[in-house]
């Protein structure tokens, strides 16, 4: 499928709105211009980015995937699916850790 005018605008309306931290607006026209072209992998690693920034990491997880799925030679995605993936590692050891020593674990959390 051929990148229309329409999906460029979308897409380009979202970065706009992404760069004014308005991620859901962002989300929801980069979620149209996937609708109308689903073959549009800057549209999935964008959306993936924005929910990255609303810390929807597994949504991110799944975008940039999509994004590689269509262009395997996508580079920025690949680095920013690492990013979110070991974030989510993270978390799930600090909410282990936080279970075993509430306490302790909510320092390291803080840093203290």
């Not at 609708?35 to 929807?56: F, S, V």
């Amino acid at each position: 499928m051929l990148i229309t005018r329409e999906t460029l605008a979308y897409n380009n309306r979202g970065n706009a709105k992404s760069d004014l931290q308005d991620y859901q607006g962002a989300i929801a026209d980069y979620t149209k211009a996937i609708e109308i072209n689903p073959q549009l992998a800057p549209a999935y690693y964008n959306r993936g980015l924005a929910k990255y920034d609303l810390k929807d990491y597994q949504g991110a997880i799944a975008d940039y995937s999509k994004a590689i799925e269509i262009n395997p030679q996508y580079a920025d995605a690949y680095y920013n699916r690492g990013l979110a993936k070991e974030l989510v590692r993270d978390l799930k050891v600090l909410v282990l850790i936080g279970k075993k020593h509430p306490h302790w674990g909510f320092k390291m959390l803080l840093g203290g």
